[in-house]
């Protein structure tokens, strides 16, 4: 069931989907979805592995399924992208598709925000026409997760100690974060490595040090972030939050399906953000 959230002032909806693992061709399923997605969101987020390998036919094809959607398309690398030697290549044809790519990098996107009841429905007059959305990218890395996030998480201070790439990534992060204009309405978190186990499901407990690492977490904590999108756990579990309780959301295509829509919701001048999930297909995500 579809929770109808039309009580608030006003809200944007975001789409999102990883882990497409693209060899040749993408499914017919989800190029539909794509390519009617701008009836039902505002942004297209996608959280990394679009490629299996990280082939420029991949990319291209990919590149062709996303060049129909008809909203702006954000999207990070995944470790399956980066797979590719071909940097410039890729980002070039992910361009000319208009793909934004973010990697270590913030951006906003202005968006009308959809009225209380929909079409006709009554706006409050304090509602901005168009409100600036930011995003802050980076792929992440593993490493692995600190106790604090529970007494049952396996720690591995010792990988987590010698995780070089995931310092560095963590601070590409921070500077994203540092890159979006002050004034935006919210502020969007995309990542393809986790930044929490509360999203990791069943996946096995030896395999969390692959999976992300618990710094990304502390840099998502010490900003005002509304919502945090990752992949690459495929059996992990849709929900989850950053110890501080921003909420994490897990858009793994194995675990969502298909592209899952999310509202944030606009507040009015002196409140803050707040953040509902809404699918489509009839199911609450």
Request: aromatic share 4%.
């Amino acid at each position: 069931m579809v929770r109808d959230l039309f009580t608030a002032p006003g809200h944007v909806r975001l789409a999102a989907i990883g882990d497409l693992h693209v060899q040749s061709d993408v499914s017919a399923g989800l190029a539909d979805d794509l390519a009617t997605l701008h009836e039902r969101a505002d942004v297209l987020i996608v959280a990394g592995d679009m490629t299996d390998n990280g082939r420029l036919p991949e990319f291209e094809a990919v590149a062709a399924a996303l060049a129909t959607v008809r909203v702006p398309v954000i999207a990070v690398l995944g470790n399956h992208d980066r797979r590719c030697l071909r940097r410039t290549a890729l980002r070039r044809i992910l361009e000319a598709a208009g793909v934004r790519l973010l990697d270590g990098t913030g951006t906003s996107v202005p968006i009308s925000p959809r009225r209380p009841g929909g079409a006709g429905g009554f706006s409050p007059p304090s509602l901005p026409a168009v409100v600036e959305i930011g995003f802050a990218g980076a792929g992440g890395y593993g490493g692995g997760f600190w106790p604090d996030e529970g007494p049952l998480v396996p720690a591995y201070r010792a990988t987590q100690a010698i995780a070089l790439r995931a310092r560095r990534e963590a601070a590409r992060l921070d500077q994203a974060l540092h890159d979006i204009a002050t004034g935006v309405a919210a502020r969007v978190v995309i990542l393809h490595y986790a930044p929490t186990v509360t999203t990791l499901g069943s996946e096995p407990p030896a395999k969390l040090w692959m999976l992300g690492n618990s710094v990304l977490a502390k840099v998502i904590d010490q900003h005002p972030v509304d919502l945090v999108i990752h992949g690459h756990a495929h059996l992990g579990n849709p929900k989850g939050q950053t110890p501080a309780g921003i909420p994490v959301r897990n858009v793994a295509a194995h675990v969502v399906g298909a592209p899952v829509v999310f509202e944030l919701l606009i507040p009015l001048p002196g409140s803050r953000v707040a953040h509902h999930p809404v699918a489509h297909h009839g199911m609450v995500s």
